[in-house]
């Protein structure tokens, strides 16, 4: 085994480690919330719960370990991404009704529009690399899926044809009536 597999063995038996231990963190806070129910009406314990599921998620997601495809690669890259925004989004709106209770003695925000907040903006940030050819999910050592229509329609085309097809009609509608 040369260096470089020595060290990517190395740093895949790390994050291994690492998210065994996130997720049994994770797991221990979520087991909390389904046993002490009284826990489960403060805000502050909802979302670190809400942040616990996202966590336990993205350790779920990286322990898929070594990928055989590029597209199993995308859809660990999906995942993770989704989640690890998640949870900072959550530990963010916790960080912002911690700072509300104490500073105005008021919760500004509901707990559902923190989980539109925390799960919705994921989500839309997801989906921005696969609104561009040139920005993909798609490993940087591999152009075969770049810049091609091989593997799926691009958003930003769906919407280019759309579009164009509104034009033209609108176009056909001009020249018909006059």
């Known amino acids: ?3 470089q597999e020595h060290f990517i063995h190395g740093m895949n038996t790390a994050s291994y480690v690492f998210g065994a231990f996130s997720m049994c963190g994770s797991l221990a806070v979520l087991l909390t919330g389904y046993l002490f129910r009284p826990l489960r009406r403060e805000i502050f314990f909802q979302l670190i719960w809400f942040t616990s599921a996202c ?3 993205f350790s779920i997601s990286a322990a898929w370990g070594p990928n ?6 995308v ?4 995942f993770q991404g989704y989640f690890i925004l998640a949870s900072v989004l959550f530990v963010l709106l916790l960080n912002f009704t911690m700072f509300c209770r104490l500073q105005f003695q008021k919760q500004y925000i509901s707990l559902l529009q923190m989980c539109l907040i925390g799960l919705g903006i994921p989500c839309i940030l997801i989906c921005i690399p696969l609104s561009d050819k040139h920005v993909s ?4 050592y591999n152009y075969e899926g770049r810049n091609t229509n091989k593997h799926f329609d691009y958003i930003s085309d769906i919407i280019n044809k759309g579009l164009q ?13 006059y």
């Open 1 to 3: 085994m040369s260096g």
């Open 55 to 57: 966590d336990f998620m």
């Open 165 to 177: 097809i509104e034009v033209n009609k609108f176009r056909n509608k001009m020249r018909n009536d």
């Open 68 to 73: 055989k495809s590029i597209q199993q690669c």
């Open 75 to 78: 859809v660990q890259g999906i």
């Open 137 to 140: 999910y798609y490993d940087v």
